[in-house]
């Protein structure tokens, strides 16, 4: 699964098809009436999907790469903590605007642009990283954002909706969040051209702590609060991790 094409070229790819569906999740905030139960089993899939990434596919990459199981487990830690504490002081990781609604008084839209900024931020870092590291790699880790995405848009888009701040100023806001991943991922991946910024190794695992953290979120309030649907809920989830093992087993099984 390797490409001929420049990885720049590759990122430049990759980031406009991020934007892209970014930028679509804040735009049909106002448009859709969500169903809540299609939106939990997609939560479901796709918290499977981060979750098998950042164990099956993140981690032993890292320890490959640091010669240091414990290391790759520090660097982990570490990103599981960051994105932990931005949830807790900035409280910005809502998929439902009801949701959004019901913590409006603990959400700013200053606070939530911050928090997930830095948490997109370091999707775009795992992307360069990977891609860095190994192009097929680079491919599941931009799937893994392509499908959680939309909702971190979903999420600034229904905060906006209500703001009388001007439709352009809301749309330059948008257009900002979408190239967020995308300008990280740049600036990581020439940094680390040019100068001593992360190894790939710790990228990696930090980016593992990152992935972990969010796929968790979505999946213990799936199993505290809701009730209904848990056998497609769970066969979601295990569909997501059954992708990325799949993937593993396709590409590292082709790379020997």
């Keep these: 699964m390797s490409s001929s094409l ?4 590759l990122l430049g790819i990759y980031s406009l098809a991020i934007a892209s569906v970014c930028y679509f999740g804040s735009s049909i905030a106002e448009r859709i009436s969500q169903d809540h139960r299609k939106l939990q089993l997609c939560l479901s899939f796709i918290s499977g999907f981060l979750l098998a990434l950042a164990l099956l596919i993140f981690l032993p990459k890292s320890a490959e790469e640091l010669g240091s199981l414990e290391k790759s487990a520090h660097w982990m830690l570490a990103g599981l903590l960051t994105i932990f504490f931005l949830e807790r002081f900035f409280c910005f ?5 009801k949701g959004c609604e019901k913590h409006s008084h603990d959400l700013t839209i200053g606070s939530t642009l911050v928090g997930l900024t830095v948490h997109s931020a370091l999707e775009g870092i795992a992307l360069a990283a990977t891609m860095i590291s190994h192009h097929g790699v680079g491919l599941v880790v931009l799937i893994g954002i392509l499908f959680h995405k939309p909702f971190e848009g979903f999420t600034i888009g229904s905060l906006l909706k209500d703001n009388p701040a001007k439709a352009s100023t809301k749309k330059l806001i948008n257009i900002a969040f979408a190239f967020s991943a995308p300008i990280a991922a740049f600036i990581y991946y020439f940094l680390s051209n040019s100068i001593d910024v992360f190894s790939i190794g710790e ?3 930090f980016s593992a702590g990152v992935f972990l953290c969010i796929s968790l979120s979505d999946l213990l ?10 056998i497609l809920m769970s066969l979601s989830l295990l569909a997501g991790i059954a992708v990325v093992f799949a993937f593993g087993l396709f590409e590292f099984g082709h790379s020997h």
Excluded at 221 to 230: M, R, T, V, Y
């Design 203 to 205: 990228a990696l695992a």
């Design 93 to 97: 990781h809502h998929h439902e605007e």
């Design 221 to 230: 309030p799936e199993l505290h609060f809701h009730d209904h649907d848990k």
């Design 6 to 9: 420049p990885i720049p070229v």
